[in-house]
């Protein structure tokens, strides 16, 4: 069975720094991209970046990139998302989700929440 | 970057009847077009892909097509479990990358 497993939620201040993670199981980690996706609460979804977890190879929306970093390591089968300075703009659920069955496979998300 | 423009917003339909969501793309995407649907709390969920293609385990009342910049989601005879809001996504090529429509609501009548 196909699982992402995601990290629990983060409750954050403003200007802290995170990584949140996304660990795949049942299929061949390391042959399919993984995508982050933003979800503010109440509102539509936002493609943010995918990573090739094979060798690293990253790409990012243009809005994200530089706010972002994405990253995976390939011998723990686990993607991550992080921030160096949270805003409160940062706040919403991020999804990972695999190409693996043209990108039918999600995790659960991880509830982000930045609050002074 | 590619915008995607679902139509409508809402859609307020009885049971038992037919649904058509409408999805266009700013550009041509060709057929690397997917349907999502989510409920409340929940991750989206794949329904559709390469335009018209069933992911799996899904009903045979859902079934999409269209190709390049206009594309549709139709769901024959509604049942309860189908109201949700139902999202179209382009995955044609990174850059520009892939995006998603605004969504397209579907509510009880």
């Known amino acids: 069975e196909v699982q992402l497993v995601q990290s629990g939620a983060e409750v954050k201040k403003p200007g802290e720094s995170l990584k949140i993670s996304c660990e795949g199981s049942g299929y061949s980690f390391t042959t399919y991209w993984i995508g982050w996706v933003r979800q503010i609460p109440g509102k539509g979804l936002e493609w943010m970046g995918i990573i090739y977890p094979g060798d690293s190879d990253t790409r990012y929306s243009p809005s994200f990139q530089g706010q972002v970093t994405i990253s995976a390591d390939k011998t723990i089968n686990t993607a991550y998302l992080q921030w160096s300075s949270l805003k409160a703009s940062d706040t919403a659920i991020y999804y990972c989700?695999?190409?693996?069955?043209?990108?039918?496979?999600w995790g659960r998300g991880t509830l982000v929440t930045v609050s002074s | 970057e590619i915008v995607m423009t679902q139509s409508p917003a809402t859609l307020s339909v009885s049971p038992g009847e037919r649904a058509a969501l409408s999805c266009r793309a700013s550009?041509?995407?060709?057929?690397?077009l997917a349907w999502y649907q989510q409920k409340p709390g929940q991750a989206p969920r794949l329904l559709i892909y390469?335009?018209?293609t069933r992911a799996t385990g899904i009903p045979a009342r859902f079934s999409g097509s269209g190709s390049g910049t206009e594309f549709t989601l139709t769901i024959s005879s509604l049942q309860s479990e189908d109201f949700a809001i139902y999202y179209c996504q382009q995955y044609d090529n990174w850059p520009p990358g892939y995006t998603f429509g605004q969504g397209t609501k579907l509510e009880i009548k």
């Open positions: 550009q041509n995407v060709r057929s690397n």
């Open positions: 989700a695999s190409q693996y069955t043209t990108w039918g496979s």
């Open positions: 390469g335009a018209s």
